[in-house]
């Protein structure tokens, strides 16, 4: 699948790190570092531009090592891009560690995965059919 992308960071394309990886990291675009203090939030710029093609979206997703080394993660885990936007892709970092955590640029943030969706018609109707589950939810099948 080829992507259209505008770079106008100051870093080269985002790309998988090893061949069978399943996302792309994206990198800070900032002028200054960024330090975010214990539960502080802050949109990270990327200075990419991309154009998706009809049936696709982009998800932004926190990068492992920094989740569990640092405790830095995306707030709105996967953020979605859609395939009609073009704006900059910006990100959420949000620090749920109890250090202050710096932002340098260049710094990989995140991860970017490309996921084939579809778009559903929703019927509505007054029963729903019945199955073994039902309304269990959440620990329903115990612990």
Do not use: W
């Not at 699948?1 to 394309?13: C, P, Q, R």
């Not at 790190?17 to 399943?22: D, R």
């Not at 991309?50 to 996967?78: D, F, M, W």
């Not at 959420?92 to 955590?101: C, E, R, Y």
């Amino acid at each position: 699948m080829k992507i259209n992308i505008v770079n106008n960071s100051k870093h080269e394309l985002p790309k998988y790190e090893t061949h069978l990886s399943a996302g792309m990291d994206l990198r800070a675009n900032i002028d200054e570092p960024v330090i975010l203090k214990p539960l502080d939030r802050a949109l990270i710029k990327t200075g990419l531009f991309i154009e998706l093609p009809e049936g696709y979206e982009a998800q932004i997703r926190p990068r492992s090592g920094l989740a569990y080394k640092k405790g830095i993660t995306v707030l709105n885990t996967p953020g979605t891009i859609d395939a009609d936007y073009r704006g900059e892709i910006g990100v959420i970092l949000v620090n749920l560690s109890n250090q202050d955590f710096v932002v340098n640029d260049g710094e990989r943030i995140c991860q970017m995965i490309i996921a084939k969706h579809e778009n559903a018609t929703l019927i509505e109707v007054d029963i729903l059919n019945e199955t073994d589950r039902g309304a269990g939810g959440f620990g329903h099948t115990g612990v």
